[in-house]
């Protein structure tokens, strides 16, 4: 038997596979990728091939060479790097990088510079990235991506008419929280917002403000940003600019936590004096003393749902929403 050419590694090639199956590179290479016309005769003897010589596509080379890329990219906006330490940011990596696995492809992750839009679509002209999740992305980075790049991105938080958006109904789930402090009793219910620019913030703000409104109770807002420090030195604000403040509902579980221990370091009881309540539904709730009521936030199956649409650059519907369940404990 005559011995088979072998590339410079020793490694069989794509054209070591064509010579064999008796086809041109280029039909060899749409018979394995399923991209392309070729016979169902010529996809056999290429598969025959491709079997008998041990050969295995360069997943790099593929990928550059259809631009599908060899990873999904997480790309997490925020004002500093520091953003992509929080909580939030680890789910959603982890999700993406289960649901990228299973289609044999990696995921990393960026940070998206507040002050710089343009990074996402510096980002979205990487060959090397197939494709992009956005959290907390902006109207300015999701204009700044070019549109023949669009069909490869998902975001979690808004989106436009053709990146669809896939996040939590917070604002039923903020009515729902507020609700259930209304029917213990409570009325004078501060919120510890998120950041003024993501809009969250204002579909929770404005849940908020409508419950209360129905209730006939006065808003009480203090600006947060998700974070276990800002929730404490919230909750110090709040209990002296409102020091009859029977309730405290965080847009956030680490505030929640924060303000949970600048209310206990202080001497007031929870859930006796102040009712503390978060949104998350975090692995630290159910461990705080008190156990912390909250609502949840199914991070893992939002990501899957914004993952497979990247991958699957199916359209879909530009905006789904997954809903929030109330989870209570002792804090309340």
Known sequence: MV?????????????????????????????????GPASASARH????????????????????ATRSGTRIAVAVGGHTAHVLNDPYAARVTAATATTAAAH???????????????????????????????????????AAVPRRARARIASI???????????????????????????????????????????CTDRALTAYRRALADAGAPPRLVAGDFTAATGESAAAEI???????????????????GALTALRRTGVDVPGDVAVAGFDDIAYATLSRPGLTTTTNPVEAITTGAATAVLDRRPGPPQTFYPSTLVLRAST
Not at 105 to 130: F, K, Q, T, Y
Not at 185 to 195: D, E, F, K, L
Not at 239 to 257: C, E, K, N, V
């Open 3 to 35: 011995e088979e050419a072998r590339g410079s590694a020793g490694e069989p090639t794509l054209a070591d596979v064509a010579r064999r199956a008796g086809v041109s590179v280029a039909t060899a290479s749409r018979a394995l990728s399923v991209r």
């Open 45 to 64: 003897r290429v598969a025959e091939a491709a079997r008998d010589l041990g050969y295995a596509p360069n997943p790099v080379a593929r990928a550059l």
């Open 104 to 142: 044999g492809v990696g995921a990393s992750l960026h940070w998206l510079p507040l002050h710089d839009p343009a990074e996402l679509g510096r980002l979205a002209e990487n060959r090397d990235i197939g494709g992009i999740i956005v959290v907390n992305p902006t109207p300015a980075a999701l």
């Open 157 to 199: 938080g808004i989106g436009t008419r053709d990146i669809p958006s896939f996040d939590v109904d917070n604002a039923t789930g903020t009515r729902r929280v507020v609700e259930h402090l209304l029917a213990t009793g409570r009325r004078r219910i501060a919120m510890i917002t998120g950041p003024s620019w993501l809009p």
């Open 239 to 257: 209990t002296t600019r409102w020091p009859d403040t029977d309730a405290i509902f965080a847009l956030g579980d680490l505030s929640a936590l």
